[in-house]
């Protein structure tokens, strides 16, 4: 008689053949057998029937604020909310206090999550001009996501807006990096078309151009330097349309809000919307869905910023851009696949497959055999209402407050272990980072 350490028994399973029924076993943390396991035994039977078995999401765009200004958020709150979401595995960005742009930094960081944080994770290291000469270095250090450079919305050494300062880091790099595309000079030049008290003047201000714009650059920059580059949260349809015709060095992703809500909203949400990019017209949420349909985008991130709701009430454009969404990145989009917007496989290919394709995650990704047994368990019937009392971040606000949804994370899994079951903690913190296969270790 084989003998698992848990089976998953009688759920849809979803992975690269498809959608069925079938029981997954696994050992060792490993996902090591798929089928009718009616026959075997285990340490753990977790009846999963009327759920959907999925790959373990992974979130590659989080801002958990630590080291920093952790009284809006820290790694131990922003993984606890990210599993409370079915969230398995976060990327967490470089823009805290100090920047993530040394070595010594990185090992900070993979030292504070160590025993905290409840999913796996991996952190993007920055790329400015004082480290552009040691980016192929730092990209290849264990726990690094990858660079990630600002071209527009940051400040100090981050900020690198200028063509000859992106070639300099790309010419370096490797790795596929990561970069928030707005043309900061085109935004310092509309700065005075912000209207003090009213968000809704933030799309004006950070229009569509000022995203095309320095897409179009960075395309071209990566052309002449034969880099790979992933642009972030797509806001623009015309981004859409020009990253379809660039797709053998670019990649990009998009983000729950700007697909699901709209310039409308700032009238019923204030500085609770305002983000960078901003949310824009609904012309421009369906060119993104458009995106989604054709394949030009590749992943889903929830670019969850929090800030404290004070800070948010504060007159625009005093007001900080940022807002929760690691937590419902999963409840909004299953909604949307219930809606008949996208599958429920094209969700899981832009959730697990696409990001282990596009950043070379190494044994996530898949229900396979061999993988990390990391599930995302849903029910695809639940019919739920988002309140800000069930988000976990130390914000504790959503701006799908009082939405209904129906699909539902009723279980995470990672490598085996159940650590939220039902709305519930269940397991210690025992994430741990993520591998690449870009930057495995030597065996001895």
Same mark, same amino acid.
């Given at each position: 008689?084989i003998?698992?350490?848990?089976?998953?028994?009688?759920g849809?399973v979803?992975?690269?053949?498809?959608?069925?029924?079938?029981?997954?076993?696994?050992?060792? +943390?490993?996902?090591?057998?798929?089928?009718?396991?009616?026959?075997a035994?285990?340490?753990?039977?977790?009846?999963?029937?009327?759920?959907?078995?999925? !790959?373990?999401?992974?979130?590659?765009?989080?801002?958990?604020?630590?080291?920093?200004p952790?009284?809006?958020e @820290?790694l131990?709150?922003?993984?606890?909310?990210?599993?409370?979401?079915?969230?398995?595995?976060v990327?967490e960005m470089?823009?805290?206090? !100090?920047?993530?742009?040394? !070595?010594?930094?990185?090992?900070?960081?993979?030292?504070?999550a160590?025993?905290?944080?409840?999913?796996?994770?991996?952190?993007?290291?920055?790329?400015?001009? @004082?480290?552009?000469?040691?980016?192929?270095?730092?990209?290849?250090?264990?726990?690094?996501?990858?660079?990630?450079?600002?071209?527009?919305?940051?400040?100090g !050494?981050l900020?690198?807006?200028d063509?000859?300062?992106?070639?300099?880091?790309?010419?370096?790099?490797?790795?596929?990096?990561?970069?928030?595309?707005? @043309?900061?000079?085109?935004?310092?030049?509309?700065?005075?078309?912000?209207?003090?008290g009213?968000?809704?003047?933030?799309?004006?201000?950070?229009?569509?151009?000022?995203?095309?714009?320095?897409?179009? *650059?960075?395309?071209?920059?990566?052309?002449?330097?034969?880099?790979?580059?992933h642009?972030l949260?797509i806001?623009?349809?015309?981004?859409?349309?020009?990253?379809? +015709?660039?797709?053998?060095?670019?990649?990009?992703?998009?983000?729950?809000?700007?697909l699901?809500?709209?310039?409308?909203?700032?009238?019923?949400?204030?500085?609770?919307?305002?983000?960078?990019?901003?949310?824009? @017209?609904?012309?421009?949420?369906?060119? =993104?869905?458009a +995106? =989604?349909?054709?394949?030009?985008?590749?992943?889903?991130?929830?670019?969850?910023?929090?800030?404290?709701?004070?800070?948010?009430? *504060?007159?625009?454009?005093?007001?900080?851009?940022?807002?929760?969404?690691?937590?419902?990145?999963?409840?909004?989009?299953l909604?949307?696949?219930?809606?008949?917007?996208?599958?429920?496989?094209?969700?899981?290919?832009?959730?697990?497959?696409?990001?282990?394709?596009?950043?070379g995650?190494?044994?996530?990704?898949r229900?396979?055999?061999g993988?990390?047994a990391?599930?995302t368990?849903?029910?695809?019937?639940?019919?739920e209402?988002?309140?800000?009392s069930?988000?976990?971040?130390?914000?504790?606000?959503?701006?799908?407050?009082?939405?209904?949804?129906?699909g539902?994370?009723?279980?995470? =899994?990672?490598?085996?272990?159940?650590?939220?079951?039902?709305?519930?903690?269940? +397991?210690?913190?025992?994430?741990?980072?993520?591998?690449f296969g870009?930057?495995?270790?030597?065996?001895?």
């Open positions: 008689m003998t698992y350490d848990a089976i998953y028994r009688g849809v979803v992975n690269q053949d498809g959608a069925g029924a079938r029981d997954v076993g696994v050992t060792g +943390g490993k996902v090591v057998a798929i089928g009718s396991l009616s026959r035994e285990a340490g753990e039977i977790v009846d999963c029937r009327g759920l959907h078995v999925l !790959p373990g999401i992974v979130d590659s765009q989080v801002h958990f604020r630590e080291p920093g952790t009284h809006k @820290d131990e709150t922003g993984s606890l909310a990210a599993v409370m979401g079915g969230v398995t595995a990327f470089p823009n805290t206090d !100090p920047t993530t742009t040394t !070595p010594a930094a990185l090992a900070d960081k993979l030292a504070r160590k025993g905290r944080m409840h999913c796996d994770h991996a952190f993007w290291v920055g790329g400015t001009r @004082d480290v552009a000469r040691d980016v192929a270095e730092l990209e290849r250090l264990p726990g690094a996501a990858g660079i990630k450079v600002f071209m527009g919305s940051s400040t !050494p900020l690198v807006e063509d000859g300062g992106v070639a300099d880091i790309l010419r370096r790099t490797r790795r596929r990096a990561a970069f928030h595309s707005e @043309d900061e000079y085109r935004l310092r030049e509309r700065a005075h078309l912000r209207v003090p009213d968000p809704s003047s933030h799309p004006v201000w950070r229009d569509a151009e000022a995203a095309m714009a320095c897409t179009r *650059r960075l395309v071209a920059i990566a052309r002449r330097e034969g880099a790979r580059i642009v949260h806001s623009t349809r015309e981004e859409i349309a020009f990253l379809a +015709g660039h797709k053998d060095v670019a990649s990009c992703e998009a983000t729950p809000h700007h699901t809500l709209d310039a409308g909203d700032y009238a019923r949400l204030g500085t609770k919307l305002q983000m960078n990019p901003p949310v824009r @017209d609904a012309a421009h949420r369906d060119g =993104i869905w +995106g =989604i349909a054709d394949g030009t985008v590749d992943v889903l991130g929830s670019d969850h910023a929090p800030h404290t709701l004070d800070e948010k009430a *504060r007159p625009y454009p005093q007001s900080p851009s940022g807002m929760t969404g690691v937590q419902t990145l999963a409840p909004i989009m909604d949307h696949v219930n809606a008949g917007r996208l599958t429920l496989e094209r969700f899981v290919d832009l959730t697990s497959a696409g990001p282990a394709r596009l950043f995650i190494a044994g996530k990704g229900i396979a055999a993988h990390d990391d599930f368990i849903v029910d695809m019937k639940r019919r209402t988002i309140r800000d069930w988000i976990a971040s130390r914000c504790r606000w959503t701006p799908y407050d009082g939405k209904e949804v129906i539902w994370p009723v279980g995470t =899994i990672v490598r085996g272990r159940r650590v939220m079951w039902e709305g519930e903690l269940v +397991g210690p913190a025992t994430g741990r980072p993520v591998a870009e930057t495995l270790p030597k065996s001895a």
